[in-house]
């Protein structure tokens, strides 16, 4: 099971590399409407009914998603920990939303119980497993950013209800999180983090290390433990320094063979700005905000051009913009907002199946609609998560993770 994730993860890069094209934001008619956050909350609760209705398995399947619909033949019952805390996070982003607290309580509180089911049944090795161990299912390998976005998801909730049980459970996947730094001093650039807990494992991955650096920022803020303040600064500083290709452009891995992927991905960019904002709040640092405003604006310059961002996987862009909405919070840009509802705009009208409120895209999980493909909970998730994120108070931006 975990070589097959590994494999599907591999597949997605691939294919997304492979669907690159041309000229974002090319604007439609509803944009020239502008949505009012009223408008965005509609389509984040009607994004989110779609969601339930059509790949949320209830109670009867222990209130866990299924991956797609329709399934792949041959595929899992359920969803994988990656689409599950997806569709965790766009749960908690609607709860967000300016009088949705009460109606959405009880399903927020369902999402963090049932993905206690993922949690790895070896004590050697705690943490999340990619997917479920029995009896449930066959179990995976523990990814390193998943747990690193199922902190943050943790933080989000904390920072909305002050629940003391979700800061604990987001200190248990920091703390998973450190077995992921790779201590070799004999390798080129020594340090970042492991992707996979796998002795396959050959690389050290932007994704993990930047999402692990905001999580232990964000934690630094809340108990002004040095330890996280540590961490955050070390991971922070080995993306910049080993994998960061321009402003806002950071290379999605170092193998140990030497080698550098050069892909990249938006959410890699959105952790690197979230980290760095998250780094001036905690310290005052003004270093910390001018590199956060110089990554957003290097960030938005090539993301912008070429229909860049429209093909870049939904679930990635999330990231990007809650990031800039978390910076906006410290450093207001009129730019962050319009570039996201640009965007937002244009899968409303493009994506969107008016028939059934399900959003379709490339197998890369993102640019245009295809038909063919099927509807996957990752993409559903997205959706509601960046309409929740649009509909949100802006008094609110500091507490997107």
């Not at 300016?98 to 049932?114: L, S």
């Not at 961490?231 to 950071?250: E, I, K, M, T, V």
């Not at 957003?296 to 090539?302: D, E, Q, S, T, V």
């Not at 009208?349 to 028939?355: I, L, Q, T, V």
Request: hydrophobic share 40%; proline share 5%; with cysteine.
């Amino acid at each position: 099971m975990g070589t097959a994730r590994a494999t599907r993860r591999a597949g997605l890069l691939l294919t997304a590399l492979a669907t690159a094209a041309a000229g974002l934001l090319a604007a439609p008619a509803a944009q020239a409407a502008g949505a009012r956050p009223a408008d965005w909350a509609a389509r984040a609760g009607a994004s989110y009914q779609a969601l339930q209705r059509d790949l949320y398995l209830g109670a009867a399947g222990h209130d866990l998603y299924r991956e797609s619909v329709p399934a792949a033949a041959g595929g899992n019952p359920y969803s994988y920990l990656w689409e599950f805390r997806e569709a965790t996070q766009a749960t908690v982003y609607l709860q967000n939303i300016p009088h949705n607290a009460r109606r959405y309580r009880a399903d927020v509180a369902d999402r963090f119980a049932a993905l206690s089911q993922y949690a790895s049944t070896d004590p050697a090795h705690p943490g999340y497993d990619s997917y479920l161990p029995a009896p449930l299912g066959t179990g995976g390998d523990l990814f390193f950013d998943d747990n690193a976005v199922a902190g943050l998801s943790f933080l989000t909730q904390y920072r909305a209800a002050g629940d003391r049980t979700m800061l604990a459970r987001a200190r248990a996947a920091f703390a998973t999180d450190t077995r992921a730094w790779d201590d070799d001093p004999a390798k080129a650039c020594p340090g970042g983090m492991h992707w996979v807990e796998s002795g396959a494992n050959t690389i050290r991955a932007a994704n993990v290390t930047g999402l692990f650096a905001q999580l232990s920022a964000g934690l630094y803020q809340i108990t002004r433990q040095p330890a996280y303040l540590g961490w955050a600064q070390r991971a922070y500083d080995w993306n910049r320094d080993c994998l960061r290709q321009s402003a806002g452009l950071y290379q999605n891995d170092r193998d140990d063979n030497g080698s550098v992927n050069t892909t990249l991905w938006t959410y890699n960019s959105g952790a690197m700005i979230g980290t760095a904002t998250e780094l001036y709040r905690a310290t005052g640092d003004r270093r910390y905000l001018d590199q956060a405003v110089e990554d957003a604006n290097g960030a938005l310059a090539y993301w912008t051009a070429d229909d860049r961002l429209y093909n870049q996987p939904a679930v990635f862009n999330s990231f990007l913009f809650q990031d800039l909405l978390l910076l906006d919070s410290q450093h207001h840009d009129p730019r962050y907002r319009a570039v996201f509802s640009a965007y937002a705009e244009r899968l409303w009208a493009d994506n969107r199946d008016p028939a059934t409120g399900l959003f379709r895209f490339q197998a890369s999980n993102g640019g245009a609609p295809d038909p063919t493909q099927p509807v996957g909970t990752l993409n559903q998730a997205a959706a509601v998560q960046l309409f929740s994120l649009l509909a949100w108070d802006p008094e609110d931006y500091d507490r997107t993770s």
